[in-house]
């Protein structure tokens, strides 16, 4: 079945010790995005990519990196993690060549930042 | 700004009919989307509405109206299954998603 992958399901990091999430997806959807959502609140949009084409949300700390090597693949990178990122992280994917813009979520990674 | 505004939670009785509101303003809009999240796992898509009326889609429907800023979700037929977070997300001008912060429904026996 086509679908949207995140690995690893659970992350547990050191405070400040950097840790890569990972996304691929088989839909072969031009758009991925990356959230961050913390418990009860909205999926808080980090970045997404149009293509290659990179865009990156004025709010999102200079914490956050990511990298779309190719079409299937993306991946979140947290440089220095303090307590306040702990959450659930979820990649989502898009095709603006359909009749709607719906968003496909991977099972999201939930990082523990100790 | 942009708000997205639903309760924060609701409870209802299994079998019976619950309607959750969400009120918007955005700017622009490209359409309205419905998502259900069960706890700690990813929001999965329900249901989405881009001209005024009413979408039905089994036991859900989806209400719209634009000119009020104004949509409602409508669960019938409740399952304990239905327990989880309904959350509104609106479409702008730049087709990006704006989430409300979502509604807990908790489904009594």
């Known amino acids: 079945d086509a679908m949207v992958i995140q690995n690893p399901r659970y992350q547990v990091t050191q405070f400040g010790k950097p840790v890569t999430l990972s996304c691929s997806q088989t839909?072969?959807?031009?758009?991925m995005y990356w959230y961050q959502q913390k418990s009860s609140q909205a999926p808080k949009l980090l970045f997404h990519?149009?293509?290659?084409?990179?865009?990156n949300e004025a709010d999102t700390p200079d914490n956050f990196q990511s990298r779309r090597p190719n079409t299937s693949f993306c991946f979140l990178d947290i440089r220095s993690p303090g307590l306040g990122d702990a959450a659930m992280y979820l990649c989502?994917?898009?095709?603006?060549?359909?009749?709607?813009?719906?968003?496909?979520f991977g099972p999201g990674t939930r990082l523990t930042v100790t | 700004g942009q708000n997205i505004d639903q309760p924060t939670e609701m409870t209802a009785t299994e079998g019976a009919i619950v309607q959750i509101n969400c009120t918007y303003q955005?700017?622009?809009?490209?359409?309205l989307f419905w998502y259900q999240q069960h706890a700690g796992e990813a929001p999965t898509f329900l249901s989405y509405?881009?001209l005024d009326g009413l979408e039905e889609k089994g036991r859900f429907s989806s209400f719209l109206s634009r000119s009020k800023g104004y949509s409602y979700l409508l669960l019938k037929e409740l399952q304990m299954k239905d327990s989880a977070s309904y959350l509104c997300?609106?479409?702008?001008?730049?087709?990006?998603?704006?989430w409300g912060a979502g509604t807990k429904l908790i489904i009594k026996p």
């Open positions: 989502a994917t898009s095709t603006t060549l359909g009749q709607s813009y719906e968003q496909y």
């Open positions: 839909l072969n959807h031009n758009v």
């Open positions: 990519y149009y293509d290659k084409d990179f865009n």
């Open positions: 955005t700017s622009g809009f490209n359409g």
């Open positions: 509405n881009v």
């Open positions: 997300a609106v479409e702008d001008s730049n087709y990006q998603l704006i």
